[in-house]
């Protein structure tokens, strides 16, 4: 801004310079290279490196991430995936909606993971959008599916795998740990921090990763059955019709029989109560990238990590909110 006097009437006004930011100390340019060098880097660190104060960094940085903001436009997905983080100890909660179509976050609210907190979005969203919903991703969280089937009634209910995935890892894990408890002395030896080298992929393991699980499996019966189980289990993806995943799902869990692996008879009778939704997956409308959410989730916690100590909740969401978007 700048001030100026009319010739005509006297009076003394504000010309508007498009080429300064919302803070007339600083051009667009210099308040656009501040943004885009804090998508790599803390505020501490920039504001070190250009000689400015922590809260003209954040500031700048916010007004940038406005217009980033701006300039993406309203959503309106097709196809969306529905997670929660946790913004602090103590289970505080927000919801994270994506647009899958677009890979690209696009709400981040809510005041917990609840039925009444998902329904904030789709109030946001308005019903005729909210209408136009096809597929909704999320987890086994049932306020979430309530939610959805509310206010978007036509979009088919697609759960996670990469959830469904962590759970059977997790039901791998109490069996280790099961193991551990029933042996002694030398015998416990193969299964003593072993922990991760079971739950990776085996692709992900290194030479000596490999050995060590090659070594375990070999000396215990019944982790090499349920690591074998485990393995199999993500076959159930690759089936294009319902039929066919549900007869590989029923000679899975048939497999379990005489095993006494109770941790997997429990994931088996959650995975059969949840069929619907694991079952849409074959549906060819229904292939959307759904590494994208878990991924978002993996950079939504590099962010955090880089704001540590910074409890502004509007500067996170609009972090997470442009994340995806690109540079100004």
């Known amino acids: 801004m700048r001030r100026v006097q009319c010739r005509s009437c006297g009076s003394v006004k504000r010309e508007r310079l498009d080429f300064l930011a919302s803070n007339p100390r600083y051009t667009k ?21 250009l000689r400015l104060d922590w809260e003209t960094v954040k ?35 927000r919801i994270v909606v994506s647009d899958l179509e677009r890979k690209r976050p696009i709400w981040f609210g809510g005041q917990d993971r609840s039925e009444a ?39 088919a209910i697609l759960f996670d795998k990469f959830h469904i995935m962590r759970h059977l890892g997790e039901a791998l894990d109490r069996v280790r740990k099961a193991e551990y408890a029933r042996l002694s002395g030398k015998d416990r030896r193969f299964i003593k921090g072993q922990k991760y080298t079971l739950l990776s992929h085996h692709e992900n393991l290194s030479l000596d990763g490999k050995r060590s699980l090659a070594l375990l499996l070999a000396a215990n019966k019944r982790l090499n059955t349920a690591y074998l189980l485990k393995e199999t289990f993500g076959q159930l993806w690759n089936y294009r019709r319902e039929g066919w995943a549900r007869r ?81």
Request: charged share 30%.
């Open 29 to 49: 340019r210099f308040a656009y290279y501040v943004g885009r060098r804090c998508r790599q880097a803390s505020i501490r660190d920039v504001a070190k490196e």
């Open 59 to 93: 500031t700048l940085e916010k007004q940038y991430m406005e217009v980033q903001l701006a300039r993406a436009g309203q959503p309106g997905p097709k196809a969306i995936g529905i997670d929660e983080i946790s913004i602090r100890k103590g289970h505080s909660y």
């Open 117 to 155: 907190s998902m329904a904030q979005f789709y109030a946001w969203l308005g019903e005729r959008k909210s209408h136009r919903i096809r597929l909704a991703v999320m987890d086994m969280w049932k306020p979430f599916r309530n939610a959805t089937t509310a206010a978007a009634p036509q979009a």
């Open 248 to 328: 590989f799902f029923d000679n899975w869990r048939a497999s379990l029989k005489w095993q006494r692996l109770k941790p997997y008879e429990r994931f088996a009778d959650m995975i059969d109560r949840h069929w619907d939704g694991i079952a849409a997956y074959c549906k060819p409308e229904n292939k959307v990238s759904l590494g994208f959410v878990e991924g978002l989730n993996n950079k939504i916690r590099v962010l955090q990590r880089r704001a540590y100590g910074l409890r502004d909740e509007h500067y996170l969401r609009l972090k997470v909110l442009t994340c995806m978007l690109p540079a100004l």
